[in-house]
């Protein structure tokens, strides 16, 4: 009789999965709007910036310097900055799901997730994640992105835990195969009932 692989520990991503995304193109496609910018060029900016800015090597407000106050604007750093943080919303469901897991079967939750360091720490303030996740491999701590395999490497090495005891619950396809190749097995997160039944098919089940 096969031997079932205990599940000891659970990565997860944020945006997407626990929470909204934290500054996507939709949301400065609003930002846009609101404070009356040129999308094409602040969206230039941003993609040959974001990666440093979420690998942790600039602040929010050298980041902003680069995409929006490179010149005199009518509105200040801090209104944008109120108006980015105020994107993040919670997944309630996703959120309640993964502290009721924690809790019946003692796992080690540990976040791998792409986030600059102002709003990752806001989010995580905000909306208490720290009160159910133990680790945090943010981007913006370890200066790893995601899809380097490493920062999944990295989270293996500081949770200590062997690949085929993690499931990882991620959104993006890419990401979830690169987990995949390193032998963690992974659910690409498209809503709350699907990732309930993918989980219990993996041996995490929750009583209704």
């Known amino acids: 009789m096969k031997r079932e692989i205990p599940i000891t520990t659970l990565f997860l991503d944020i945006g997407g999965v626990l929470l909204s995304d934290g500054w996507s193109h939709e949301f400065r496609r609003l930002a846009v709007k609101m404070f009356g910018l040129d999308l094409e060029e602040m969206e230039r900016r941003n993609n040959q910036t974001y990666d440093m800015y979420e690998s942790g090597n600039l602040t929010i407000e050298e980041y902003l310097d680069r995409i929006v106050f490179y010149k005199k604007r009518s509105f200040t750093t801090a209104q944008f900055q109120k108006f980015i943080f105020a994107q993040s919303k919670p997944y309630l469901q996703m959120i309640e799901l993964i502290r009721r897991l924690k809790t019946r079967y003692g796992l080690k939750i540990v976040v791998v997730s792409n986030e600059a360091r102002e709003l990752n720490s806001y989010r995580i303030r905000k909306f208490k994640l720290d009160t159910f996740v133990d680790i ?41 195969e690169i987990a995949e190749d390193l032998g963690i097995r992974s659910i690409l997160h498209k809503d709350y009932q699907s990732t309930c039944v993918k989980l219990s098919s993996l041996g995490l089940k929750i009583e209704k």
Request: neutral net charge.
């Open 136 to 176: 945090f491999i943010s981007s913006c701590f370890v200066h790893i992105r995601k899809p380097d395999a490493k920062i999944f490497q990295l989270a293996l090495d500081i949770a200590q835990a062997p690949a085929q005891n993690v499931i990882y619950i991620e959104n993006t396809p890419m990401f979830v």
